[in-house]
């Protein structure tokens, strides 16, 4: 049997195309966890950073890092190639509803009665504010989210010597962004939302909450219903026999849940 390996998202398996990878992927068979491809990029001579490129190809900023080594992330060298990593493994669990993989990453969704995935690039908590695994449900979905700072995120902003206000209200300003899927997990502290940031996603960057591009939040937000499943899982490896045979290993690298 032909082994196919990778580390970090299959670089080495497949010839590589020249279109943008897009979000949305039809449903594999059920024995089957293989989607999507790799594609390349050619760096034009236009000063455009790494995260520029990743939010056109809706890709996180530390996923196109790990496909392309060494890239300088503020201005990668004009003529350069770039990997565009669109192709992955399904997370190992349930298809159904939102599938958050932290260590990836990324996010899943599964649309009811509908043969297809939508992948999203998600910054999620920082180191001493960690997102936890869980499953749980949209308890609440609210466009135009005012910002109430909750204790623990106060007293970390304070120990830097920042004091924030009660609650930041709805608008450009808002960390929130523009709109906020409220979990049912614990007191309904974690939400998934966007952001008012052109910087952080595919990183750890929260204070615990999972983070989305403003055009994605809003994407996800109009298409997911109140009430549905929602699990976080921290899956570093994922491994899977495709039918034809052929093994596959997406590696990312594990979460630290204490300061070094």
Request: glycine share 8%; with cysteine.
């Amino acid at each position: 049997m032909k082994i196919c390996l990778t580390l970090s998202l299959l670089l080495t398996a497949f010839l590589f195309a020249h279109a943008a990878s897009a979000t949305e992927y039809p449903l594999p068979a059920a024995d089957s966890r293989l989607i999507g491809e790799n594609t390349t990029y050619t760096v034009p001579n236009d000063g455009r950073s790494l995260e520029a490129v990743a939010a056109h190809y809706k890709i996180g900023l530390l996923g196109m890092l790990e496909a392309n080594p060494g890239t300088d992330p503020w201005l990668p060298k004009a003529g350069s190639r770039l990997t565009i990593p669109g192709q992955m493994l399904l997370p190992d669990t349930k298809r159904e509803g939102i599938v958050v993989n932290l260590a990836e990453l990324r996010l899943y969704y599964y649309p009811p009665n509908e043969n297809k995935v939508v992948v999203y690039p998600i910054g999620i908590g920082q180191l001493g504010a960690n997102t936890p695994p869980m499953i749980t449900r949209i308890s609440q979905k609210i466009p135009h989210p005012s910002w109430t700072p909750t204790p623990n995120i106060r007293k970390r902003y304070a120990l830097e010597g920042k004091t924030l206000p009660v609650t930041i209200p709805a608008g450009p300003d808002n960390p929130m962004g523009l709109f906020a899927l409220r979990l049912a997990y614990g007191k309904g502290h974690y939400l998934i939302h966007g952001t008012n940031a052109d910087f952080g996603i595919g990183m750890r960057v929260s204070s615990g909450c999972i983070r989305l591009r403003p055009e994605d939040i809003e994407a996800l937000f109009n298409s997911v219903p109140q009430g549905t499943r929602v699990q976080i899982i921290n899956q570093p490896v994922k491994y899977a026999v495709e039918p034809d045979g052929k093994r596959y290993i997406e590696v990312h690298q594990p979460l630290s849940h204490t300061e070094q």
